[in-house]
């Protein structure tokens, strides 16, 4: 099992910037994905990038690209999500996801195991 916790949250106005961090622990021996979620109120949990254990795949939906970039420590245990030129419409709970298997055939929350508590992102106009 892996152990996730999420740091770096906060309220920004629109054109900030955040840096998120997970840090896993536990069964951290073996390759995993960890990727980043987010969820607004009423809204479904969706995808916003993921990296491969090494770093040597990463992947964004197409609303954070050019604006987001995901990265792994040389360990490959602590994640991070730099959000530059953040809108109102980051606004979100997000969440870090981690499970034992490619990361390029992890798009849906459905298929990981291992989730953080979330860490909320607020940006105001």
């Known amino acids: 099992q892996v152990q996730l916790v999420e740091s770096g949250g906060g309220s920004v106005q629109a054109g900030g910037a955040l840096t998120l961090s997970c840090a896993a622990s536990g069964s951290t021996g073996r390759s995993y994905c960890m990727a980043w979620f987010r969820q607004a109120p009423g809204k479904e949990r969706e995808r916003v990038a993921g990296?491969?254990?090494?770093?040597?795949?990463?992947s964004y939906a197409d609303f954070v690209k050019g604006r987001f970039a995901v990265s792994r420590d040389s360990a490959g245990n602590t994640l991070y999500l730099q959000m530059n030129s953040l809108e109102p419409e980051d606004t979100a709970m997000y969440y870090c996801?981690?499970?034992?298997?490619?990361?390029?055939?992890?798009?849906?929350?459905?298929?990981?195991?291992?989730w953080g508590q979330g860490t909320q992102v607020t940006v105001s106009s």
């Open positions: 996801a981690a499970d034992y298997f490619p990361c390029s055939s992890g798009g849906r929350a459905s298929q990981y195991n291992y």
């Open positions: 990296s491969s254990h090494g770093g040597g795949y990463t």
